[in-house]
C-alpha cells in the first residue's frame, strides 16, 4: 500500500466510517465461528438523556429480581436489530419517550460474549411521547422520571454513577467527535488495528498489514467461553506480538475511533461487531526511542505517515485521548 492509500484508509477511520472486513484475518483463534446474538453473544444497550436542569431519565424496574429499583434505561438488543434501533426501542419502552441518539460514550465488555454500549441521546419533542407514569407500568418498566443524582433514590447498581458522569462531562465539553455505529457487516467480534508510533519529534508511523491487498490489521477476539483471557485488548495484544517482539516493547489501547454493526441480514451471519481501535507502540527502552521497533517477518511494516493535515489529526486524538473508551 502506498502512502495516499494508507492515508484514505486512516481517514475514513478518523472520520468514524466503516470500512469493509477482510474475508481472512491477521491474527485469529484457531477455533472460529460465527457470532450470532443471544447465542454466542450479547449486546446490551443502555441510554442516557440529560434534561436542560441536567437531571437524568430513570426508570423503575418491573423484573422480579430488582421490582422497584431505580437504573437507567437498558435491555438486550434483539435478533435483527441494528444497534441504534435497539436503543430507540429500549428507551420508548421503559421511559415512554422516543429519543435521538447522539454518540456513543462507553463500551464495556466481560469478554467479547457480553458487551454493553452506552449512548448519550436526546429525548425528543412534544411529539416523542409521553414520560411513563405509575398507571403505566408494564413489564418493562413500573414508571420513569428525572432525577437531580443528589435525591436519595434506590439504585439497581452503583455501576451506572461513572457512566451518568461521562455523559455529563462529554455534554459540556465533549472530547471525541460525535461516534455512532455504522451499517456493515461483520460475522466475528473484530478490531481493525490503528497501531501507532510517534517520536520525540512527532515523527509518526502507522502498522500495515501488506499480504494481499495491505491493509490496516485486522484480528479477532477468541468467543470460547473457556478461554478465561479473551477480550478486546487481548486480541490486539494477540496481533501485536505477532509482529513485533514482546516484552521489548509497551502497548497501550487508548479506544474506539468508531464502530460498525449490520445484524439485519436474515441469510449472511452478521451479528459482529468491528471496532476500529487506536493503539500506541513504545520501546520499553525509553533511549529507543527514534524509529519505530523492528518487526519479524513480512507480513506486516511500519509506513510513515507525512500528509499534513492527517498526521495532525491524528496527533491530536492520541494526545488528547479523543476516542470512546474500552472498559474490560
Not at 45 to 69: D, F, H, S, T, W
Not at 285 to 308: I, M, Y
Request: glycine share 6%; proline share 7%.
Amino acid at each position: 500500500m502506498d502512502a495516499g492509500q494508507l492515508e484514505t484508509e486512516l481517514q475514513a477511520v478518523l472520520d468514524g466510517h466503516g470500512l469493509p472486513v477482510p474475508d481472512t484475518y491477521d491474527a485469529a483463534p484457531e477455533s472460529l465461528e460465527p457470532v450470532v446474538l443471544r447465542k454466542n453473544v450479547c449486546y446490551i444497550v443502555l441510554g442516557i438523556l440529560l434534561n436542560e436542569q441536567g437531571e437524568v431519565l430513570m426508570i423503575q424496574e418491573a423484573k422480579r429480581a430488582c421490582y422497584g429499583k431505580w437504573y437507567l434505561p437498558a435491555g438486550r438488543m434483539e435478533l435483527g436489530e441494528t444497534i441504534l434501533e435497539a436503543l430507540k426501542r429500549e428507551v420508548k419502552e421503559e421511559t415512554g419517550l422516543e429519543c435521538e441518539p447522539g454518540t456513543l460514550l462507553v463500551v464495556e465488555e466481560r469478554g467479547p460474549c457480553w458487551i454493553r454500549f452506552t449512548f448519550l441521546a436526546e429525548p425528543k419533542g412534544a411529539l416523542g411521547g409521553f414520560l411513563k407514569a405509575a398507571q403505566d407500568a408494564d413489564a418493562e418498566s413500573l414508571q420513569a422520571k428525572w432525577w437531580d443524582r443528589e435525591s436519595p433514590l434506590p439504585l439497581r447498581g452503583k455501576d451506572i454513577l461513572p457512566l451518568i458522569d461521562v455523559a455529563v462531562r462529554y455534554r459540556a465539553n465533549p472530547w471525541h467527535p460525535i461516534t455512532l455505529p455504522k451499517e456493515m457487516p461483520c460475522s466475528v467480534i473484530s478490531q481493525r488495528v490503528v497501531a501507532t508510533f510517534v517520536n520525540s519529534s512527532k515523527d509518526l508511523w502507522v502498522l500495515q498489514n501488506t499480504v494481499g491487498k495491505p491493509h490496516l490489521p485486522v484480528t479477532v477476539c477468541n468467543m470460547s467461553p473457556t478461554e478465561l483471557r479473551s477480550s478486546i485488548k487481548v486480541a490486539i495484544y494477540r496481533l501485536i506480538k505477532q509482529c513485533i517482539l514482546l516484552p521489548q516493547v509497551q502497548l497501550k489501547t487508548h479506544g474506539i475511533l468508531g464502530l460498525q454493526h449490520l445484524g439485519k441480514d436474515p441469510v449472511v451471519k452478521c451479528d459482529g461487531v468491528c471496532f476500529n481501535v487506536l493503539v500506541t507502540v513504545t520501546h520499553a527502552n525509553q533511549r529507543l526511542c527514534d524509529t519505530p521497533p523492528e518487526l519479524h517477518g513480512e507480513d506486516f511494516q511500519w509506513l510513515r505517515v507525512e500528509e499534513g493535515t492527517l498526521k495532525s489529526a491524528l496527533l491530536q486524538r492520541l494526545s488528547t485521548f479523543a476516542v470512546v473508551p474500552i472498559y474490560s
